[in-house]
């Protein structure tokens, strides 16, 4: 028998797109039923046929549609906090990065450990983004740049959402930078290993999404065009990390092929903007990779707000440009460092972050979505954005189960 859950007297934020001011419902109640919402709406209108049902009264709280971070690299072997230590010396992220320092030093800590070791490292910071009301998140391989290796981060991901009540969507990022065993042979890493491997990774099960790194100190446009052809074959959905340091017309590119997001984002202009617009692509902004880096040129708030281009923010959590595993702190930065308001925040891990993973079932509060939800003790959905450091979190609720 699937058990009926009533939630009442809270404050209720929906997030449905059609409303304005987060879609408050200011004395609201929640039905709960078989891991979905059954309904949504004034304590008032609750419907009869629950209203002799035992309930959990909320006292006021808050509650929203439970956290999506839809950018995460938390899976990875070893630390960079050296060359943290450098940038604060004045080496800025390319230099590190072609110093053979950056993502390749990751590359060699990640093939040396296992996927115990992986895991076992993994899940205290995937723990750190749950204890904020976490539900749903991406991980990325990209710290292989080897088959097995690149399959063995697939595997730990997908283990993750075995160990741990929350949803895991994969993504392959084989083409994230060009391995030393491949220098100045980028053609040749594509063709030889990104393309096999993602040829492997989806006959045994293991990506959901595909990504590249278009960038000057990475891949070029055609070179990702060729990975996102062989993802199109499959009928794998695409994502890019675009214009985050230059703009080589990544996002363009991108919605070319319908993809899912451009990501970071921070060098788009507005032909960029116009195509995402066009394709539907979301932009997901990611303020923890800014605020490390150190850099100056923020991404085109503006523009993506007239475009109506959506705006998700993620953590890009990784051991090298984003140490960062705060949703509540990421929605902090961006509407600091970026001027989004708190509106614009709670939608970018919610409703927006959903449409980045093509999650379609959950991010807003509405009948018929998953019960994937967080209850807060705050009196205002502001609050989770204007805090520093500070976890409201009263509850959390995972497909219904609290």
């Not at 100190?217 to 959905?237: C, G, K, M, N, S």
Request: hydrophobic share 40%; with cysteine; net charge negative.
């Amino acid at each position: 028998m699937t058990e009926t859950v009533i939630l009442r007297g809270a404050k209720i934020a929906t997030l449905a797109s059609h409303q304005p001011s987060y879609g408050m419902i200011e004395d609201g109640a929640l039905v709960l039923s078989g891991g979905q919402i059954q309904w949504v709406g004034s304590q008032k209108d609750l419907p009869p046929d629950y209203c002799n049902h035992d309930g959990m009264d909320l006292d006021g709280r808050l509650i929203t549609p439970g956290l999506i971070d839809c950018h995460t690299h938390v899976v990875f072997g070893g630390d960079r906090a050296q060359e943290f230590e450098m940038r604060l010396h004045g080496a800025s992220y390319e230099e590190i990065a072609r110093a053979g320092g950056g993502i390749n030093s990751t590359v060699c800590a990640t093939r040396e450990a296992d996927l115990a070791l992986l895991l076992h490292s993994a899940l205290p910071r995937v723990d750190a983004m749950i204890s904020e009301g976490l539900t749903s998140l991406e991980i990325k391989s990209g710290y292989g740049l080897e088959c097995k290796a690149e399959l063995t981060m697939l595997r730990v991901a997908r283990e993750i959402a075995r160990c741990r009540p929350v949803t895991v969507k994969t993504t392959y990022l084989g083409a994230h930078a060009t391995p030393p065993d491949y220098k100045e042979r980028e053609d040749a890493y594509i063709d030889e290993v990104v393309i096999p491997t993602l040829h492997a990774a989806h006959k045994e099960g293991l990506v959901d999404a595909v990504d590249g790194f278009c960038e000057g100190i990475a891949f070029q446009p055609e070179q990702i065009a060729r990975v996102f052809d062989a993802a199109t074959a499959l009928d794998l959905p695409v994502k890019l990390h675009a214009e985050q340091l230059s703009n080589l017309g990544g996002a363009k590119l991108a919605a070319s092929y319908g993809a899912l997001s451009a990501d970071h984002i921070e060098y788009l202009d507005e032909d960029g903007v116009a195509a995402m617009a066009k394709a539907g692509t979301t932009g997901v902004i990611l303020p923890g990779a800014f605020y490390t880096l150190r850099e100056t040129q923020q991404p085109p708030i503006d523009l993506l707000r007239s475009y109506k281009v959506p705006m998700a923010l993620a953590s890009d959590c990784n051991p090298g440009s984003s140490p960062l595993t705060s949703l509540l702190l990421t929605m902090n930065m961006g509407c600091t460092l970026f001027r989004m308001t708190p509106q614009e925040a709670l939608a970018g891990v919610t409703r927006n972050a959903a449409k980045a993973l093509g999650l379609t079932d959950r991010g807003v509060l509405a009948a018929g979505m998953r019960a994937d939800l967080a209850i807060w003790n705050v009196e205002h959905p502001a609050e989770l954005s204007y805090r520093i450091g500070f976890n409201p979190l009263h509850k959390r609720i995972f497909g219904g189960q609290v």
